[in-house]
């Protein structure tokens, strides 16, 4: 069965970087087929796409989150990770990791077919 | 506000069938597949519908889904307690282009 499980701090300090790392087990972030996602909920509300990542480093972000973004892929510990700098108030929330499975056809979003229990992370000083 | 539209609330007695739905645009919806989440309290969301209308291994078919121009619909039919919770849609839209979800149906079982 796969598996995913965040760590990080839970607690971050304005103006400073967010980093959060997701370790697999029961797959390899080497797959051919899957992208590795992060997700984030804030407090009562929706989900929000934080981003993407293929085990070779090709990457797809939210535009509204790519200066601030940057994630990427430790094949040799089966990890992957999310850096987000500069962070204020807005982007305190639950944060999870999931693996991203094929869709059919063009663009598409794929979709997240295990997840992380997710992580809170606080923006507080 | 989200970039595809959700009911806020819905609800349901045990047995009913009950339908939650996922309005969007050309740029989403319209060109693209739709996924559907569940999310029951305090716990991550879990795939539910990918494709339109794909159901994963273990999901009921008490849950389906369907597409048509740029709306969605997930259905729930012999509604039980243990489905309620919130529901999101998701899509890729070609103009912010990036991810997208719905903000949610909450979903009462009476």
């Known amino acids: 069965q796969v598996q995913l499980l965040e760590s990080g701090p839970g607690l971050v300090t304005p103006s400073q970087t967010l980093s959060l790392t997701c370790t697999v087990s029961g797959d390899s972030v080497r797959s051919a087929i899957y992208y590795w996602t992060w997700i984030r909920q804030h407090p009562g509300k929706g989900l929000e796409w934080i981003g993407y990542?293929?085990?070779?480093?090709?990457?797809y972000y939210n535009p509204s989150l790519k200066s601030r973004v940057t994630m990427s892929v430790d094949t040799s510990k089966n990890q992957f990770s999310l850096r987000l700098n500069s962070v204020t108030a807005a982007d305190t929330a639950v944060y999870f990791c999931?693996?991203?499975?094929?869709?059919?056809?063009?663009?598409?979003?794929?979709?997240?077919?295990?997840w992380g229990q997710g992580t809170l992370v606080t923006v507080s000083s | 506000q989200s970039v595809l539209t959700q009911p806020p609330s819905a609800s349901g007695t045990p047995g009913q069938r009950v339908s939650i739905s996922c309005s969007g645009s050309s740029a989403n919806i319209g060109r693209t597949t739709v996924t559907w989440y569940q999310q029951l309290p305090g716990t991550a969301p879990k795939l539910l519908i990918y494709d339109n209308d794909q159901r994963p291994s273990g999901v009921p078919d008490r849950f389906s889904g369907s597409k048509s121009g740029t709306s969605a619909s997930l259905a729930i039919s012999g509604l039980q307690s243990e489905d309620e919770g919130d529901y999101f849609c998701?899509?890729?839209?070609?103009?912010?282009?990036?991810?997208?979800f719905g903000g949610g149906t909450k979903l009462t079982v009476l």
């Open positions: 998701a899509a890729w839209d070609d103009i912010v282009y990036g991810g997208v």
């Open positions: 990542i293929y085990h070779s480093g090709r990457s």
């Open positions: 999931a693996r991203a499975a094929e869709c059919s056809g063009g663009d598409c979003l794929r979709p997240f077919d295990f």
